[in-house]
T-cell receptor, first 116, second 108 residues
């Protein structure tokens, strides 16, 4: 069964450093998403991406964040200058469409980012 | 935005018991998904159920969209069912809004 993959599974970085989290969505999916979960809290939406542009973003997704689809398979989340509060699990997801019945979002296993 | 409330927040069961988890939401939805978060933090898709009823083994789910709630049933619970169960809903656009989850502990 097709699945969303993410690399790395765990990343440790120092405050102020740039990080790039990578995702490979399911191949026939057109909509891509990033979510994050701070330890012990609920999962929060960051950004959605369609047709090579951001379609929606949350208040969390400020100028420190950017997303890109550099080629036909990868989808990346970049954090330019990491802060301690960016420590979280970051999930990538993809869906085939926006409407029923093909809008189910499939989640990757996550990247645990630790900022020291 | 849409509000999602899950209950109960915590649940402790003996192995073999049955349980019902509830998800209430504040607006009409075109997406509702149930997830199980395992001890490694991975979100496992359980059900995609914006309406109707589905069953998968010992788990089943029902969404009554007109009354804005969904139920997840776990029968004959096992210790491996322990973890956090999240309900997430979407309405109109692509965003999924998650509830705070139900922490389930199944003891042997």
């Amino acid at each position: 069964e097709p699945e969303v993959t993410q690399t790395p599974s765990h990343q440790v970085t120092q405050m102020g450093q740039e990080v790039i989290l990578r995702c490979v969505p399911i191949s026939n999916h057109l909509y891509f998403y990033w979510y994050r979960q701070i330890l012990g809290q609920k999962v929060e939406f960051l950004v959605s991406f369609y047709n090579n542009e951001i379609s929606e973003k949350s208040e969390i997704f400020d100028d420190q964040f950017s997303v890109e689809r550099p080629d036909g398979s990868n989808f990346t989340l970049k954090i330019r200058s990491t802060k301690l509060e960016d420590s979280a699990m970051y999930f990538c997801a993809s869906s085939e469409a926006l409407g029923e019945p093909n809008n189910e979002q499939y989640f990757g296993p996550g990247t645990r980012l630790t900022v020291t | 935005g849409i509000q999602v409330e899950q209950s109960p927040p915590d649940l402790i069961l003996q192995e073999g018991a049955n349980s019902t988890l509830r998800c209430n939401f504040s607006d009409s939805v075109n997406n509702l998904q149930w997830f199980h978060q395992n001890p490694w933090g991975q979100l496992i898709n359980l059900f995609y159920i914006p309406s109707g009823t589905k069953q998968n083994g010992r788990l089943s789910a029902t969404t009554v969209a007109t009354e804005r709630y969904s139920l997840l049933y776990i029968s004959s619970s096992q210790t491996t069912d322990s973890g956090v169960y999240f309900c997430a809903v979407g309405s109109g656009y692509s965003t999924l809004t998650f509830g705070k989850g139900t922490m389930l502990l199944v003891s042997p």
